[in-house]
C-alpha cells in the first residue's frame, strides 16, 4: 500500500472553492493537460449526482491529453460532508484498491486543501506511486495558480 499526502493553502473562500473541487469542470481544470475525467450527460456537479456510500455514482472514462483513453474509473464517494470533504474508494484501472481522502478547512488565508491517497497499483508499484505524486504534485500547482 503506498500512501501520499499534499497539502495547499489557498487564497480563496472555503465555500468557492468546494463549489470548484466538486464540479466536473473544476476537477478537469485541475487535471489539464494530463488527464481528463468523463461522466454521463448532464452530470456537472459530484453533488448533484444521488449518493449510496460505497455505491459506483458513475462510471468515467479517463483520458490522456483529453483524447487517448487509457482506462476507467467507477466512480465511488463513501462519504461527502459539503464543504469539508470527501472520501472516493473508486475501482479503477491499474489499482488493486485506491482511496482518496479531500479535506478541505478554513485557515487564516483562505482555505487548506489536503489530499491524502492510499493506494496499490496491480503493477510496477514504485513507478505507479511516481506517477501518481507527480499528477497530484500537478494538480495541487494548478489549484495554487488558479486561486492565487
Known amino acids: 500500500m503506498i500512501q501520499l499526502t499534499f497539502t495547499s493553502d489557498l487564497p480563496v473562500d472555503r465555500s468557492r472553492l468546494w463549489r470548484a473541487v466538486t464540479a466536473m469542470d473544476g476537477i478537469n481544470d485541475e487535471m489539464r493537460p ?6 454521463p450527460p448532464g452530470v456537472r456537479d459530484l453533488q448533484a449526482v444521488a449518493l449510496t456510500p460505497g455505491k459506483p455514482l458513475f462510471r468515467s472514462r479517463l483520458k490522456l491529453f483529453g ?33 482518496h481522502h479531500r479535506r478541505l478547512a478554513d485557515s487564516d488565508t483562505g482555505c487548506t486543501l489536503q489530499d491524502i491517497l492510499e493506494f496499490e497499483p496491480r503493477v510496477f508499484p514504485r513507478t505507479t506511486g511516481a506517477l501518481v505524486a507527480f499528477f497530484f504534485r500537478h494538480r495541487h500547482r494548478r489549484l495554487r495558480r488558479r486561486y492565487r
Open 67 to 99: 483524447l487517448l483513453p487509457v482506462g476507467h474509473s467507477e466512480l465511488t464517494l463513501l462519504s461527502l460532508t459539503p464543504q469539508e470533504g470527501f472520501v472516493e474508494a473508486s475501482p479503477m484501472t491499474g489499482m488493486r484498491s485506491w482511496r
Open 34 to 39: 494530463w488527464l481528463s475525467m468523463g461522466a
